[in-house]
């Protein structure tokens, strides 16, 4: 059973928006999504805040991109707005699972681009 499978990603232009999604299996908790664009590390876009509660979003897409969670179906969806060419990446989903192993999603393409 794979434990994390994301949908979602494609082709957008500048302004536009783009949902992803991310469903987690058993018992693994989504702790947020992080990016990856080339030639560069993978970043947190927005992630659970486990030390201090909430959520965290990095400054580049703060009011912009939003996380959604369905506890029930154990998934999580990242809404991203006014998408820019910079947001362009390899989005990864990444989880948490009860003896704290560190779950990726197989990633997945948002490009940005008139």
């Known amino acids: 059973q794979v434990p994390l499978v994301e949908s979602g990603g494609g082709l957008v232009q500048p302004g536009e928006s783009l949902t992803l999604s991310c469903e987690a299996s058993?018992?693994?908790?989504?702790l947020g999504w992080f990016r990856q664009a080339p030639g560069n590390q993978r970043e947190l876009v927005v992630a659970?805040?486990?030390?201090?509660?909430?959520?965290a979003y990095a400054d580049s897409v703060k009011d912009r991109f939003f996380m959604s969670r369905d506890n029930r179906k154990n998934a999580a969806t990242l809404h991203m707005n006014d998408l820019k060419p910079e947001d362009t990446a390899v989005y990864y989903c990444?989880?948490?699972?009860?003896?704290?192993?560190?779950?990726w999603g197989q990633g997945t393409l948002v490009a940005v681009s008139s």
């Open positions: 659970l805040d486990r030390g201090h509660g909430g959520t």
């Open positions: 058993g018992s693994i908790l989504i």
């Open positions: 990444r989880g948490y699972g009860m003896e704290s192993q560190d779950y």
